[in-house]
């Protein structure tokens, strides 16, 4: 096998929390449109996966011949971070130019109008990802890919989502004045 045909290994994160899910639609920075993206949070006591991402990626940074720093890896400590449910974690962002594939709990491809209720911020979700190298303009990095996403189970939402507001609202019937209650 040939680099150009070699085949990344894959890692799948099971029972992460999915934060900044961008699964729908690209993000959007600076008026600039980027890729399909989320962010993991792998908590701390996972030392079995954390071992794993780690040999990974210093396999990934041996194979290029690069020196990367430490800021310039995609596996960062949620300890750092001012984010909600990130510390005692480890937080990983992967993206992708291509949609990614996002499945329910019975591994059924869920429609893309339905991912962004299936899947919010502070989910669990089962996830696989890659790495790969940047060494470009832009400059030399570990990144990682984002290749499908599962729903696992519901969890506690993250600030970064929409409020449920729908028991401030109440409800009326159809023959009732409009302008009664303004």
């Known amino acids: 096998m040939t680099d150009d045909t070699k085949k990344r290994e894959r890692v799948k994160l099971n029972g992460v929390r999915i934060s900044f899910p961008s699964l729908t ?7 600039k449109e980027g890729k399909y993206a989320a962010t993991f949070l792998i908590p701390k006591e ?6 794993k991402l780690d040999r990974m990626i ?15 890896i995609c596996l960062k400590d949620g ?6 449910g990130y510390p005692d974690n480890w937080s990983i962002k992967a993206s992708n130019k291509n949609r ?5 709990r019975n591994r059924d491809e869920v429609d893309l109008e339905d991912i962004d209720d299936l899947i919010q911020p502070g989910y669990y979700v089962n996830a696989v990802i890659d ?22 189970k519901k969890g506690e939402i993250l600030g970064n989502a929409a409020p449920d507001v729908s028991d401030d609202f109440e409800g009326y019937e159809d023959d009732e004045d409009e302008d009664d209650d303004i």
């Open 25 to 31: 639609k690209r993000e959007n920075f600076e008026g």
């Open 131 to 152: 790495f790969w190298i940047q060494d470009n303009k832009f400059g030399k990095k570990v990144n990682a890919n984002l290749l499908g996403v599962q729903f696992f």
């Open 100 to 104: 990614p594939k996002v499945y329910d």
């Open 79 to 84: 300890d750092e971070s001012d984010y909600e």
């Open 46 to 51: 996972n030392v079995k996966l954390k071992k």
């Open 58 to 72: 210093q396999e990934a940074i041996a194979e290029s011949g690069l020196k990367i720093k430490r800021s310039n």
